[in-house]
């Protein structure tokens, strides 16, 4: 059974940083693509940040230069968030496909306010 634990959202005061974690268990972490998606009140879910099995990343253009997103060989996707500005704000969340199937965490929320 595959499965996706966001953590690490939270407040932060624009400029800010913040990291999110995303634990995967069910799958061969390191054969899969995996990528951050992020859900603003009244938007649709976007595609933040990818990173796909040999190492290489893509990002959205509203984020290059700021996010950075990286994986671990224990089964852990991350996403480091620099000069967070309140248009970042949204709820974050991790996703895998696997054999044509989406799966998504329940995500976490980033809130940037002064």
């Known amino acids: 059974q595959v499965q996706l634990v966001e953590s690490g959202g939270g407040l932060v005061q624009p400029g800010g940083s913040l990291r999110l974690s995303c634990a995967v268990s069910g799958i061969i972490f390191r054969l899969h693509a995996m990528g951050w998606y992020r859900q603003a009140p009244g938007k649709e879910r976007e595609l933040v940040a990818g990173i796909d099995t040999g190492g290489r990343r893509t990002y959205a253009d509203s984020v290059k230069g700021r996010f950075t997103i990286s994986r671990d060989s224990a089964k852990n996707l991350y996403v480091q968030m620099n000069s967070l500005q309140p248009e970042d704000t949204a709820v974050y969340y991790c996703?895998?496909?696997?054999?044509?199937?989406?799966?998504w965490g329940k995500g976490t929320l980033v809130t940037v306010s002064s």
């Open positions: 996703s895998v496909n696997v054999g044509g199937l989406d799966y």
